[in-house]
């Protein structure tokens, strides 16, 4: 079968959208963890700039496999971006210019060194900055204690963007906009932070250094993005008549708020579609826990339903009112004004996007590394809801789902994809399902310690566990 590439741009049927007659790409920016995410989005709103601006082009680095930029490679960079929606397009995007891997350590240094370079991003998900729960550096982190250690290629994106930062000042040369493009709230910030404190146990004068003059604006993104399978990579061959090993497809919205720093970034973002806000925040609050909060409600409660989709989901009447009122009244009240945005009709849209039939979103991917993401996607809005002297059914409900879902997966012997699988593994072995939850909370899993001294939450808790375990739908507000 024929690939695609540059050479078969010109056979592709009239209406895929195409790059040809581009200039040769430079690399202005430097992207770690281009998978799925990341090429269906930030790649695609970089790559309408540069027709007209071709030094943006972007290094895909990945720091672990060569699957990805090894395919990209092949097909000289190109792949085919499938919006699946009411009105369905195929586009083929031609961002990327240097394809990097483990082995290419040189390679990704020479680039963070480089002057041309002005932003380095990332969508390494939420573990991969290496943070404790509190959201400061993990320096326990095998990943840190490695690069701490100075021996080898770093292993995590901490290690590599401090010795790009530390490689710039060394040269007088300006730093980067380090710009961190994954779902982890107020993650400028973190990541700036983490920064600065790995940089001090290198060099107090270069963690200064970052503090002061390296920008880590903090970001929004949103567009859902299922897996590329099989039968998705089969059906684009019948449409495009070639092959493309690295094509991705998401829904027509998307959205990549970042917060106006005031400084020149590089690429310009706006003329790109980014909302530029100096309250990213409020951009944040509300898409972690609207959306991401009934994405995972309706993962763990649709998987222990019987779903396998979320659209499938939402064909489940009872969950899909479960959702749509847990947001109404537990979820949007605390979420406070989001400037340009009505809430409302937020949350209508948001439902209706998870009912969109053209997009396979596996309930099973949105259910990874449960522990890394339930604090904030729904956490976060429990404690404004008890802070308010409401105790909230629905989102009790929803974690006890989460726990529910490890519990039967771990007695089960089936593989969890979590950084603690292996203490949820154990800690389920060992307890009942009530016991369970209690336990995830005095380790700070997902559930905070702050919990335990919640005698009515915690009692609510054990009790909405007890009823989704035992599938006693009619005990919870599922039934209504």
Same mark, same amino acid.
């Given at each position: 079968?024929?690939?695609?590439?540059? $050479?078969?741009?010109?056979?592709?049927?009239? !209406?895929?959208?195409?790059?040809?007659?581009?200039?040769?790409?430079?690399?202005?920016?430097?992207?770690?963890?281009? %998978?799925?995410?990341?090429?269906?989005?930030?790649?695609? +709103?970089? *790559?309408?700039?540069?027709?007209?601006?071709?030094?943006?082009?972007?290094? /895909?680095?990945?720091?672990?496999?060569?699957?990805?930029?090894?395919?990209?490679?092949?097909?000289? %960079?190109? =792949?085919?971006?499938?919006?699946?929606?009411?009105?369905?397009?195929?586009?083929?995007?031609?961002?990327?210019?240097?394809?990097?891997?483990?082995?290419?350590?040189?390679?990704?240094?020479?680039?963070?060194?480089?002057?041309?370079?002005?932003?380095?991003?990332?969508?390494?998900?939420?573990? &991969? =900055?290496?943070?404790?729960? *509190?959201?400061?550096?993990?320096?326990?982190?095998?990943?840190?204690?490695?690069?701490?250690?100075?021996?080898?290629?770093?292993?995590?994106?901490?290690?590599?963007?401090?010795?790009?930062?530390?490689?710039?000042?060394?040269?007088?040369?300006?730093?980067?906009?380090?710009?961190?493009?994954?779902?982890?709230?107020?993650?400028?910030? !973190?990541?700036?932070?983490?920064?600065?404190? +790995?940089?001090?146990?290198?060099?107090?004068?270069?963690?200064?250094?970052?503090?002061?003059?390296?920008?880590?604006?903090?970001?929004?993104?949103?567009?859902?993005?299922? /897996?590329? *399978? $099989?039968?998705?990579?089969?059906?684009?061959?019948?449409?495009?008549?070639?092959?493309?090993?690295?094509?991705?497809?998401?829904?027509?919205?998307?959205?990549?708020?970042?917060?106006?720093? &005031? #400084?020149?970034?590089?690429? @310009?973002? !706006?003329?790109?579609?980014?909302?530029?806000?100096?309250?990213?925040?409020?951009?944040?609050?509300?898409?972690?826990?609207?959306?991401?909060?009934?994405?995972?409600?309706?993962? =763990?409660?649709?998987?222990?339903? &019987?779903?396998?989709?979320?659209?499938? /989901?939402?064909?489940?009447?009872?969950?899909?009112?479960?959702?749509?009122?847990?947001?109404?009244?537990?979820?949007?009240?605390?979420?406070?004004?989001?400037?340009?945005?009505?809430?409302?009709? +937020?949350?209508?849209?948001?439902?209706?996007?998870?009912?969109?039939?053209?997009?396979?979103?596996?309930?099973?991917?949105?259910?990874? *590394?449960?522990?890394? !993401?339930?604090? =904030?996607?729904?956490?976060?809005?429990?404690? /404004?809801?008890?802070?308010?002297?409401?105790?909230?059914?629905? #989102?009790?409900?929803?974690?006890?789902?989460?726990?529910?879902?490890?519990?039967?997966?771990?007695?089960?012997?089936?593989? #969890?994809?979590?950084?603690?699988?292996?203490?949820?593994?154990?800690?389920? %072995?060992?307890?009942?399902?009530?016991?369970?939850?209690?336990?995830?909370?005095?380790? @700070?899993?997902?559930?905070?310690?702050?919990?335990?001294?919640?005698?009515?939450?915690?009692?609510?808790?054990?009790?909405?566990?007890?009823?989704?375990?035992?599938?006693?739908?009619?005990?919870?507000?599922?039934?209504?």
């Amino acid at each position: 079968m024929t690939v695609l590439s540059r $050479a078969t741009l010109s056979t592709l049927p009239a !209406k895929v959208e195409t790059p040809a007659g581009r200039p040769t790409l430079s690399t202005g920016i430097v992207h770690f963890g281009p %998978g799925a995410f990341h090429r269906a989005h930030q790649a695609a +709103y970089i *790559d309408r700039l540069l027709a007209d601006d071709p030094r943006w082009g972007i290094a /895909a680095v990945s720091m672990r496999t060569r699957g990805t930029i090894d395919a990209l490679a092949a097909q000289d %960079g190109l =792949y085919t971006l499938a919006i699946r929606d009411a009105e369905p397009a195929l586009r083929v995007i031609a961002a990327h210019s240097t394809f990097l891997g483990p082995e290419d350590a040189a390679q990704t240094a020479a680039l963070l060194a480089d002057p041309a370079v002005r932003l380095v991003t990332s969508t390494v998900t939420e573990k &991969g =900055y290496c943070l404790a729960p *509190d959201g400061t550096l993990d320096l326990a982190h095998p990943d840190i204690v490695h690069d701490l250690a100075g021996e080898g290629t770093p292993r995590s994106v901490v290690g590599w963007i401090v010795q790009g930062l530390a490689a710039r000042r060394a040269a007088g040369v300006a730093p980067f906009t380090v710009m961190p493009c994954d779902n982890l709230a107020d993650n400028g910030r !973190k990541l700036h932070a983490a920064l600065a404190d +790995y940089a001090r146990r290198v060099d107090a004068e270069l963690a200064a250094w970052i503090k002061a003059e390296v920008a880590v604006p903090c970001t929004m993104v949103d567009s859902i993005t299922p /897996a590329s *399978d $099989a039968r998705f990579l089969s059906d684009l061959i019948a449409q495009l008549g070639v092959e493309d090993a690295a094509a991705v497809q998401r829904e027509a919205f998307a959205q990549w708020v970042v917060e106006d720093l &005031g #400084i020149d970034f590089g690429p @310009d973002l !706006k003329a790109a579609g980014v909302i530029l806000t100096s309250d990213v925040a409020a951009w944040e609050r509300a898409k972690l826990r609207i959306l991401n909060g009934a994405h995972s409600s309706i993962a =763990y409660l649709g998987l222990l339903r &019987g779903a396998t989709s979320v659209a499938e /989901a939402m064909q489940d009447g009872a969950l899909a009112r479960f959702a749509d009122k847990m947001v109404r009244d537990e979820i949007q009240p605390f979420v406070g004004t989001v400037p340009g945005l009505d809430l409302d009709q +937020y949350r209508a849209d948001v439902m209706q996007r998870f009912r969109n039939p053209a997009i396979v979103h596996r309930l099973e991917q949105i259910a990874i *590394d449960g522990s890394q !993401k339930i604090s =904030y996607r729904l956490g976060d809005s429990l404690a /404004a809801n008890r802070a308010a002297g409401v105790l909230p059914g629905h #989102i009790v409900t929803a974690l006890a789902g989460w726990i529910v879902f490890l519990h039967e997966r771990a007695r089960a012997g089936t593989p #969890i994809a979590d950084p603690h699988a292996a203490v949820i593994a154990q800690l389920a %072995g060992e307890l009942d399902a009530p016991a369970f939850a209690r336990a995830l909370a005095e380790r @700070d899993i997902g559930l905070s310690r702050a919990m335990r001294g919640d005698d009515a939450l915690i009692a609510a808790l054990e009790q909405a566990v007890r009823d989704v375990a035992g599938r006693s739908w009619e005990a919870t507000p599922l039934a209504g």
